[in-house]
């Protein structure tokens, strides 16, 4: 299923790009937007998986490939049509697990974290900007490890730091747009769980915790900047 070319200016919705969709937080505000009435395009790397997570949602384009190949987010683009109203750079990898610290990370390794976690998001924008609706919004999914120094967090604490800076300065370039980058806290999920092998992470909460700040940036008028997710519904609460 795709939308023909141009076909989202004739769609009474808005049109978004959710990456990462498969599970956890990407999952999970997709099913939130899709209640509020929102045509999706969503990735993942499994086609399997993305597919049986998304199978019961009206109005969703599934598309299965690797956020830093240019071909897949060029699909993505196109399957969204002619105007994009909602991105939201949610895919992401760890990097090894467990992680090592930064004197012994192996280099490529590191430059495929920062390919996935920071290059990736910028070209999608980019490949999406002409098709990005006045007031549309951006949301890059990014981390307390890209402020707080943990000890072992280097290779993906750094990345998520750049592609924070990489989000504020595309803010400040495009007041047009509403730009964020959006911490959404703790939360159960296979990352967080490869992060800390063995450890029991049941007390975490899930990540439908988060969707509520989320959706506050997607539905509200907030300015462009750095956000913590719960904070947002603790606020407005």
Same mark, same amino acid.
């Given at each position: 299923?795709?939308?023909?070319?141009?076909?989202?200016?004739?769609?009474?919705?808005?049109?978004?790009?959710?990456?990462?969709?498969?599970?956890?937080?990407?999952?999970?505000?997709?099913?939130?937007?899709?209640?509020?009435?929102?045509?999706? =395009?969503?990735?993942?790397? @499994?086609?399997?998986?993305?597919? !049986? /997570?998304? &199978?019961? $949602? *009206?109005?969703?384009? +599934? %598309?299965?490939?690797?956020?830093?190949?240019?071909?897949?987010?060029?699909?993505?683009?196109?399957?969204?049509?002619?105007?994009?109203?909602?991105?939201?750079?949610?895919?992401?990898?760890?990097?090894?697990?467990?992680?090592?610290?930064?004197?012994?990370?192996?280099?490529?390794?590191?430059?495929?974290?920062?390919?996935?976690?920071?290059?990736?998001?910028?070209?999608?924008?980019?490949?999406?900007?002409?098709?990005?609706?006045?007031?549309?919004?951006?949301?890059?999914?990014?981390?307390?490890?890209? =402020?707080?120094?943990?000890? @072992?967090?280097?290779?993906?604490? !750094? /990345?998520? &730091?750049? $592609? *924070?800076?990489?989000? +504020? %300065?595309?803010?400040?370039?495009?007041?047009?747009?509403?730009?964020?980058?959006?911490?959404?806290?703790?939360?159960?999920?296979?990352?967080?769980?490869?992060?800390?092998?063995?450890?029991?992470?049941?007390?975490?909460?899930?990540?439908?915790?988060?969707?509520?700040?989320?959706?506050?940036?997607?539905?509200?008028?907030?300015?462009?900047?750095?956000?913590?997710?719960?904070?947002?519904?603790?606020?407005?609460?």
């Amino acid at each position: 299923m795709a939308l023909e070319q141009g076909a989202s200016e004739h769609i009474d919705g808005p049109v978004g790009i959710v990456t990462g969709a498969s599970r956890g937080l990407g999952l999970a505000l997709t099913r939130a937007l899709v209640e509020r009435g929102y045509t999706l =395009v969503v990735d993942a790397r @499994g086609a399997d998986a993305l597919e !049986s /997570a998304v &199978a019961d $949602l *009206e109005g969703v384009v +599934a %598309i299965a490939g690797d956020v830093a190949d240019p071909d897949h987010r060029r699909a993505l683009v196109e399957a969204a049509g002619g105007r994009i109203d909602l991105l939201v750079n949610n895919a992401g990898i760890l990097g090894p697990s467990p992680q090592p610290p930064l004197a012994a990370y192996p280099l490529a390794t590191l430059a495929d974290v920062y390919e996935v976690n920071v290059l990736a998001p910028l070209a999608l924008f980019q490949e999406a900007l002409p098709r990005l609706a006045p007031g549309a919004v951006v949301i890059d999914v990014t981390s307390d490890a890209a =402020v707080e120094p943990y000890e @072992g967090w280097g290779g993906y604490g !750094s /990345a998520k &730091a750049a $592609l *924070e800076q990489l989000t +504020a %300065i595309l803010a400040a370039e495009h007041p047009e747009l509403r730009v964020y980058a959006v911490d959404p806290g703790d939360m159960q999920t296979q990352t967080y769980q490869a992060a800390f092998p063995g450890e029991d992470i049941s007390d975490l909460p899930l990540p439908e915790a988060s969707v509520p700040g989320l959706l506050e940036l997607v539905e509200g008028t907030l300015p462009s900047g750095r956000y913590r997710a719960r904070d947002l519904v603790a606020v407005d609460a």
